[in-house]
């Protein structure tokens, strides 16, 4: 064996480690959070109750985002209490798949990359899927009917699994509850690699 095969294999084997050790790393959700508060400070009944909206209480998902997002809530203080609540809280969620920021332009044939020619032919073009999302909490006093805390976060990203994100994301909306920090912000989440 040559010494520059060698070398070629040695490089190849520390890539390979490299990638591995890389598979086992966490991924961070950036978010975009910005709340409004008119909490004073931390609720003296923290209960709750889910409130859904006229066409909330026709979308099956709804029952499954609102278990998504009640961790965070208890995170948070609150205790879910369908009886004798004192508060109505209220999760929504959008997510909408969209072209990825890093999508190849040449994807179509044209250029040395394409899949028509050059040394691109034969291989078939895979796009990373991209995501947007947004979820939203808006808190109110039930005996005053009025909102008192009201919260979204937006992220956009390539991790697909809603069942890990859209948590991930309602911890987010709710970090420093009940006075955040005023103006927009970005809070990082950790997540399990993919």
Aim: charged content about 15%.
């Amino acid at each position: 064996m040559t010494r520059i095969a060698r070398y070629l294999g040695a490089a190849a084997m520390a890539l390979a480690v490299a990638a591995l050790a890389g598979c086992s790393t966490t991924y961070v959700l950036d978010n975009q959070v910005q709340t409004f508060s008119h909490l004073a400070g931390p609720p003296a009944k923290p209960t709750y109750r889910f409130e859904r909206l006229l066409s909330q209480q026709v979308d099956p998902v709804q029952a499954q985002l609102e278990t998504l997002a009640d961790p965070a809530l208890h995170n948070a203080g609150f205790r879910r209490d369908d009886a004798a609540p004192s508060y109505s809280v209220q999760v929504s969620a959008r997510v909408q798949r969209v072209l990825s920021p890093y999508a190849d332009p040449w994807h179509f044939g044209f250029g040395f990359w394409g899949r028509r020619g050059g040394f691109g032919a034969g291989f078939p073009h895979m796009e990373s899927p991209w995501y947007q999302r947004e979820v939203g909490v808006v808190v109110r006093d039930i005996a005053s009917n009025k909102v008192v805390y009201e919260t979204r976060a937006v992220n956009d990203g390539p991790y697909f699994d809603n069942a890990v994100v859209l948590p991930a994301m309602f911890t987010a909306a709710l970090q420093g509850f009940p006075n955040p920090p005023q103006g927009a912000r970005r809070v990082d989440i950790p997540l399990p690699a993919r």
